[in-house]
């Protein structure tokens, strides 16, 4: 059975399909960035794209991100980690404004496997939110997803209160219309382009 499956399935908005595309991938062996990047991701652009061409509205993308959770749930018992010790403590979440949360729950599910505590404090939250989890657990990392233009200023008055009360957390910033450029204007630790990137970040940060 062809990764297409998998992409046709979240564009129909099928999630029993997607389960099943996604649970036939997985037993015949398919790698799962595979599944994940040329069957989730790549149907997600689709629907970005369709959205943007006008042919389809807020409530598809809502079902297509519906499909895409559901195949993201088969796929995250397989991004375990493999030993129990914790590699450190992040904090995530979507900035405040921002209602997006596949890309976040991703890094997070991707975190989780490569062994860090993950604390996620979910979407639109604020900077206050972000920096009473960070306190309350220990914080090494606070991690920010943002996947509108309108939402990535959030991210800079978040870094700036970290900054002015001397709280000494990493940053990262990332999320579809992040850039490397914006991260240095804004002074974050780091940024990364996907989940995959987010970790071998995390994990340079925390040396
Ligand atoms: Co919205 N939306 N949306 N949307 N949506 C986009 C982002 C958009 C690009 C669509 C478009 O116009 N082509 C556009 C933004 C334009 C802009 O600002 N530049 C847009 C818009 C306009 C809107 C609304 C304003 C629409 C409206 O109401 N008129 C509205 C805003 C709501 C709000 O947030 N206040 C809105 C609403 C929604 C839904 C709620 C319907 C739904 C989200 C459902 C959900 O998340 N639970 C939705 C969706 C699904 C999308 C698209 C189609 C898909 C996003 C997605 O999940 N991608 C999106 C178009 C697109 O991105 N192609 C679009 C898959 C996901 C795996 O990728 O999130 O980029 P992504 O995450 C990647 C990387 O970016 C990175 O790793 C991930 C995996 O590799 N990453 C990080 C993400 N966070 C990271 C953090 C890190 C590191 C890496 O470190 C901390």
Redesign the pocket.
Known sequence: MSISKVYDAVLEFDDELVIEAVEEEVNNGTNISNILNNG??NA??E???L??EGEFF?PE??M??HA??AGLDVLKPHMSADDNESKGTVV?GSVK????????N??AMMMEGAGFKVIDIGIDADTETFLNAAKEHGADVV???A?????MPAMSEIINKIKEEKLGYKT???????TQKFANQIGASG????????VELARELVK
């Open positions: 989730l991701i997600m652009d629907v970005g794209r959205f943007s807020v993308m809502l297509a991100a895409m959770k995530i404004g921002d209602m997006h949360d596949i890309g976040k991703l890094v991690c920010m997803s996947l509108l233009t309108t939402t990262m910033v990332g999320g579809a219309p992040v940024y990364s382009e996907d989940a995959a990137e987010a």
